[in-house]
Every structure is written in structure tokens, then in C-alpha cells.
């Protein structure tokens, strides 16, 4: 089952009233369960929309109509009785892409009745849709923009009148349908989306921004991203009028719900007023005026929005500053950058797209040599393959998916793939990793900072059963927010069976070392939530470590800790594991004698999964206590002088040394504001003319304790 919005839906779905109003069916509060995105993702958004409103200044073009895009559209019909009300027509497919497209231009139902207050920030986003009509093989559609997919010929069960689990949509029927998100805004339209606690009626995946550290919680992948819809709200039947899927896909381009999900919250948009919370079918304007006090808007809340909850024949409009986040996304949003390309929404044959996927077979533990099978994933029908494969055996390939590629070496290797069709060619380099176990010296440290993973000379070991489950790296979250990557195995997602499955370090030399503690962060929180029982429960993850010299022919457990031991947020969520800064911890182990003085010593970090959430673990430190921890303080600067008024950024480079722990960094920014920071990067503004000292003070700490500190200086001109 997915975890990652049982709770966000336990309080906000809420049973589905059949009340007419105006023709259709009233939509009650909760019948959206898509998440919020989180901090870092709005932060980023937030500074994309900022620096395109300072192009167009410079460029003098503020007024000027917004870049517009079209977007093709394939939509999944999955149905198990093959009648109007699961399998729909086409006209109904049809009648929601013009509901779409009004929408989004800001001429649809209703949109010339919006209260004078409101009406001047109604939006023209520039976004149209398309229904695709080209597939991924190159076959025209013979109806356009639809894939049919009949669940009981794949041995799906009969969804009955409850619907599909939340799991079973994303894990098996989105990853067996998915069509290339790069190319085709995927919706799926499915009789009934399964709940605990009332009706739901949609929900989408939010787009992962481009530079961004870190996704956002329900954030799309190849195999998920779109959204889905039940079938009985998609498009115009008479009692919806479609206002569903514009919900939805305003999700999918980035646009929270308006009242922030939170009493009195925010969308973070500027021109949309702060509501008390979601609204339920058609108030009457003005409603709710300065209901939440300062801030509140005196024209009270815009319940005709898209994002709210009101019943589609109220829903009426999109905002300027939605749209700027539309077209943040668009600009700038995996998946959603591509779309603009997209040739799909016209009948002309394309030459290929080529892509391919990769995994590890299971090999011997210190194994000297690893074999990888490769899968052609390219697009529009490419009819001949030429592979490359740097230090492989063999080197090269023509068939389109090979097998057992063995290398002899470990590092990192290019992998070529050439595909050709009648209409033309195209060809992709990856870069894989061979991970050969190597040897390391003492003392020994990694914090997962290198862009690849395992880190070279580290091998990992599955266990489960499904290859593709395993330790891996998590971007933006690392040990007390000092640099941006730590190790994870991610028991959100991945059901480990409680089966066990490590990662392995280098052989590292302990010749001659006569005592060694291992030192690392950890940061863990539990699974707490309503598992369909209707009673909340814990799920919980274990963290073991062990020590071996002969290549785990024997190993000695040095670690293990589960439940509350292991927890650093032990009261446990819902919704994924992002742990703040403050959410971590330090262990520290002592190594057995046994182990000293060896020279092929190995420590194996082991998960056993129980479905519960991520394990976090960063700064592994391997070192002598004979040493005193140490840190050094440096830092980068942008430029060394500035105009006044501007801004000039400063970025900490300090290390730890001797087995200590970078556990924490001060600004002191003399004549900028702000005039302090403890971030790792930090751009103050300069208002006045001057020359000032900049100084970072960095602390390391001994797993519990600060004990040591440096500071250094540098001076700057404004």
C-alpha cells in the first residue's frame, strides 16, 4: 500500500454528499488527495518566479503575454466492465480537453460572472492541450489522445464499487501504462479510487523542479507521473462539468491548494486571499471577509477558484500569479520542460528518441568483476541498435537488449546506445557504475557528497529479491544540513519483506592501528498511520552494522537498532521522512580488537526493511581515538567588491578533521544584512559604502559534545 498520503487522506477525505446542486453532484471537502509539496521545493519555485519577472523588467517587456505551450495528452481508460460509465466514449474525452482548455485560457463556465473584485486578476495562462496522436511506436491513434486498457484482461482484480488501492494504481497499473512523461501528460481514468474514509475523485503528482535538491513529497517519476481521475467527474456527463481534472492539472503544474491545507494557510501565491480552509459547494460572494484577521482580504475568500473545493458550475478561474507559477514549471520542471517539443499532437512519423535502462545482476560478495543487463527504452520504433559499453565484455552489441555485460574493472563507464529508424537516428550516452569492491586507508570517512553512488570502491548486496531494491542516494538532506547528500534505503516505498540488504565499504587497511571508533549520523522516523484496520499503527525499520575481514564469510555485529532506539522522530508520520536539520544523530562504536591491525577490514551498513521509512545515514567516520577532532573554517565569495544596494554570496567550505563531525557553522557579516547566518551558503546586501570583515567560526563535535572551533576572516569592498 503507498504510506505516503494515508494520513494526508485519513483527515481530509470525507464521505462524498450526493446532493444535487445546479444539475450536479456537490463535491464535499477532501476529495483531492494530492500532497503538498515541500519548503525547498517552494523556495526554488519562488526564486524562478522572481528571476523571470526581473528579466522581463530588464528587458522591458512587463505586460507582455506569458510564453504559451500546448500539451499533449494521452488518457489512460481503465475500465473492467466495458460500459459507458467505466470504459467512456471518446466524446467525453473529447469534452474534457475543451473543458481544459477553456480553463486555462480563462474563458470557461462561468468565467464572464466572476465578482468585480476578482475579475481583473483572472488569468489566460497561454497552456492548451492536445490530444495525442502519435504513440510511442509510432502508430497513429485511432483515437486520438486514447489508450484503453482493459484491467481483467491483464489479471487486475474487479475494482468493484470501492475502487483500486492507492498502491495498486501507482505500483502496478501507472507503471504498466505509463507512457513517456517527457512526451504525454498521462492521465488515468479508473472506475473508483479506493479510500478508508470517503470518496475520492483525483489526484496528481507535482513536478520535481530542475536544479532542485530534493522532490517534493508525491513528486512524478517515469513510471507515475500524471494524474488520475474517477471516471464519473471526467469530462462533461451533465453532472460534472470536468472542473475535476482542471484541479488536478493545476497539481500537476505546480499549484497548491488555495488555502494551504492548514487553517488560514497560504498558497503562496500573491494574488490569491488567505481562506479559513477548503470550501464546499457555491457560497455566496463576498464570503468570509477578514475572517482570518490580518492579512485576510475585504473581499473575503475566492471560493470560485480552480484549487478550491467548491462544485464545478461554481469553480471559475485561474489568477496571474497561478499562472507565473505555470509557467515556472513549464520552464523549468522535469517532464514539463520537454512537453513544449513534444511532436506527438501531429501524425508525422518521427524518428527515434533514444533511452535505455540498466541493472546490477546479483553477484558473489567482493566479487572481481559485475555484469549488467541493459533495456532498450527508446521511442518511436527504432529498428536497428548499436551499443557501445566502455571496459565491457563484449564491447559492443547490435541486439536491442543485451545481457550479461561483464566488467573486469570497477568505476565509471560510458554506455552508448545508437538508434535508427526510416526517419532518422538518434543516439544517448549514460554513465554507469561498476561497483568493484576496492581498498581504502585509515582513517576513513565518506559523507556521499560525489555525484555518484555507491561510492566508487563500495558494493551493495540485495537481498529482497527485486534487484532494483536498494541502498541508494537522497539529494537535499544530509546531517544537520551541512552539504546536500546522505545514503538512504527508502522503506517508504519499497517493502523489503524484513529481508536484509547491505552496503558494503572498501577493504580499508587497519595495519598497524591499534584503536578505532566508527562514527556516523543517522536520522530515522517510523511509519505512523491507519493501515485500513481504522486504527493508527507503527511500522518500523532496523539499522544494522557489522565488520568483517574476509569478505562476510564471517561478520560480527557491531550495531543494531530498531524501533525507538533507532528513531530520531519517534512519534512517526504518514507522509514520507524529510528530516530537518535537528532531526539527527550521532552513533559512535567502538571497533573490536579482533579487528585491529587487519588489513582487509569491511564495514556492512544492513537494512531490514519492514515497510515502515527511510533510513537516513551520512558522515561515516572511521578513526583513531588517539586524534583530537579538529575543524578548519573556509569560505568562497562570489566577488570581493559590490555595489551598494546589492548582494554578494558567501559559501562555507569547512572541513572536519581526525574523525570529527562538522556539526555546525556562524556568519558574522559585518555591515550586511543579515549580519549573521548559521547557513551553509548565505547572500547578504551591502547598503552601505565601506570595506568590512567577514568571518564563518566552524565547529566540530565528538558524536555528542562541541569541542573544538576556527574561525577565518576575509574583508570585502562596497
Not at 453532484?25 to 515541500?38: F, M, R, Y
Not at 522591458?60 to 466514449?89: A, D, F, K, L, M
Request: aromatic letters at 10%; a negative charge; charged letters at 15%.
Amino acid at each position: 500500500m503507498s504510506k505516503n498520503l494515508l494520513l494526508l487522506v485519513s483527515f481530509m477525505v470525507m464521505l462524498l454528499q450526493q446532493n444535487a446542486i445546479s444539475s450536479e453532484v456537490q463535491k464535499e471537502n477532501g476529495w483531492c488527495a494530492t500532497s503538498a509539496p515541500n519548503t525547498q521545493w517552494e523556495n526554488q519555485i519562488q526564486r524562478i518566479i522572481q528571476h523571470q519577472k526581473l528579466q522581463k523588467m530588464e528587458n522591458g517587456r512587463i505586460g507582455e503575454e506569458q510564453t504559451s505551450y500546448t500539451i499533449p495528452v494521452i488518457v489512460h481508460v481503465v475500465y473492467y466492465q466495458n460500459n459507458n460509465s467505466q470504459n467512456i466514449p471518446a466524446a467525453r474525452v473529447a469534452s474534457q480537453l475543451d473543458i481544459l482548455n477553456n480553463d486555462f485560457a480563462g474563458i470557461g463556465l462561468n468565467s464572464g460572472s466572476i465578482p468585480p473584485p476578482f475579475a481583473p486578476l483572472k488569468a489566460n495562462s497561454n497552456i492548451s492541450f492536445c490530444l495525442a496522436k502519435l504513440d510511442m511506436n509510432n502508430n497513429i491513434l485511432a483515437e486520438p489522445g486514447i489508450d484503453r486498457v482493459s484491467a481483467s484482461s491483464k489479471g487486475w482484480p474487479n475494482p468493484g464499487t470501492q475502487g483500486w488501492e492507492r498502491d495498486f494504481m501507482d505500483n502496478t497499473i501507472k507503471k504498466a501504462t505509463i507512457w513517456d512523461p517527457n512526451y504525454y501528460l498521462n492521465i488515468w481514468v479508473v472506475p473508483a479510487i479506493k479510500s478508508t474514509s470517503g470518496t475520492l475523485l483525483g489526484y496528481a503528482t507535482f513536478p520535481a523542479l530542475s536544479g532542485l535538491d530534493g522532490l517534493p513529497d508525491g513528486a512524478g517519476n517515469p513510471l507515475n507521473d500524471g494524474v488520475v481521475i474517477r471516471a464519473s467527474y471526467f469530462g462533461n456527463n451533465g453532472t460534472s462539468k470536468g472542473r475535476t481534472t482542471t484541479h488536478e492539472v493545476g497539481h500537476w503544474l505546480g499549484l497548491r491548494h488555495i488555502w494551504g491545507d492548514t487553517n488560514c494557510g497560504t498558497d503562496y501565491v500573491n494574488d490569491t486571499p488567505t481562506h479559513v480552509t477548503s470550501n464546499g459547494g457555491c457560497p455566496t460572494f463576498p464570503y468570509n471577509v477578514n475572517a482570518c484577521g490580518a492579512g485576510s482580504s475585504p473581499d473575503g475568500e475566492m471560493f470560485m477558484n480552480f484549487m478550491d473545493y467548491t462544485t464545478d458550475n461554481c469553480m471559475a478561474m485561474f489568477t496571474n500569479g497561478q499562472s507565473d507559477r505555470f509557467q515556472a514549471v513549464m520552464a523549468n520542471a522535469e517532464f514539463r520542460v520537454n512537453l513544449a517539443n513534444s511532436p506527438v499532437c501531429d501524425t508525422v512519423k518521427q524518428k527515434p528518441s533514444a533511452k535505455f535502462t540498466y541493472l546490477k545482476q546479483n553477484a558473489a560478495l567482493c566479487a572481481t568483476s559485475q555484469t549488467f543487463d541493459f533495456t532498450d527504452k527508446s521511442l518511436f520504433k527504432p529498428t536497428s541498435w548499436k551499443w557501445t559499453f566502455q571496459g565491457g565484455s563484449p564491447a559492443t552489441s547490435t541486439s536491442q537488449n543485451p545481457t550479461n555485460i561483464t566488467f573486469n574493472s570497477s568505476g565509471i563507464k560510458n554506455i552508448k546506445l545508437v538508434v535508427t529508424n526510416d526517419r532518422g537516428s538518434d543516439s544517448v550516452t549514460y554513465q554507469i557504475n561498476v561497483p568493484i569492491v576496492g581498498t581504502a586507508t585509515f582513517p576513513f570517512f565518506e559523507d556521499f557528497e560525489s555525484p555518484y553512488f555507491p561510492p566508487l570502491g563500495w558494493e551493495t548486496i540485495n537481498r529482497n529479491g527485486n534487484p532494483a531494491i536498494n541502498w541508494d542516494v537522497r539529494n537535499g538532506y544530509s546531517a544537520y544540513g551541512v552539504g546536500t547528500r546522505s545514503m538512504i534505503f527508502d522503506n517508504t516505498n519499497n517493502d523489503g519483506k524484513y529481508k536484509k540488504d547491505d552496503i558494503q565499504t572498501p577493504k580499508i587497511n587497519l595495519t598497524g592501528v591499534t584503536d578505532a571508533k566508527l562514527k556516523f549520523d543517522i536520522a530515522y522516523a517510523p511509519f505512523y498511520g491507519d493501515l485500513g484496520s481504522g486504527t493508527d499503527e507503527f511500522l518500523w525499520d532496523t539499522l544494522e552494522v557489522l565488520i568483517t575481514d574476509n569478505c562476510q564469510l564471517t561478520t560480527q555485529s557491531i550495531y543494531r537498532k530498531g524501533e525507538t532506539d533507532l528513531a530520531t522522530f519517534p512519534a512517526g508520520m504518514g507522509a514520507e521522512f524529510y528530516p530537518a536539520d535537528s532531526q539527527w544523530r550521532s552513533d559512535t562504536i567502538v571497533i573490536p580488537a579482533t579487528y585491529l591491525n587487519k588489513p582487509n577490514v569491511q564495514l556492512i551498513f544492513r537494512n531490514y526493511g519492514d515497510y515502515g521509512h527511510t533510513i537516513y545515514v551520512d558522515n561515516i567516520n572511521l578513526f583513531t581515538t588517539s586524534s583530537t577532532p579538529t575543524a578548519t573554517a573556509s569560505f568562497t565569495m562570489s566577488d570581493t567588491t559590490v555595489c551598494a544596494g546589492s548582494s554578494l554570496t558567501f559559501t562555507s567550505t569547512s572541513v572536519a578533521t581526525n574523525g570529527g563531525t562538522l556539526d555546525s557553522i556562524r556568519w558574522t557579516i559585518n555591515g550586511g544584512i543579515p549580519s549573521t547566518s548559521t547557513s551553509t551558503t548565505v547572500s547578504p546586501k551591502f547598503n552601505t559604502v565601506g570595506t568590512y570583515t567577514i568571518s564563518l567560526i566552524a565547529y566540530t563535535h565528538d558524536g555528542s559534545t562541541v569541542i573544538a572551533s576556527t574561525v577565518t576572516s576575509k574583508t570585502v569592498r562596497v
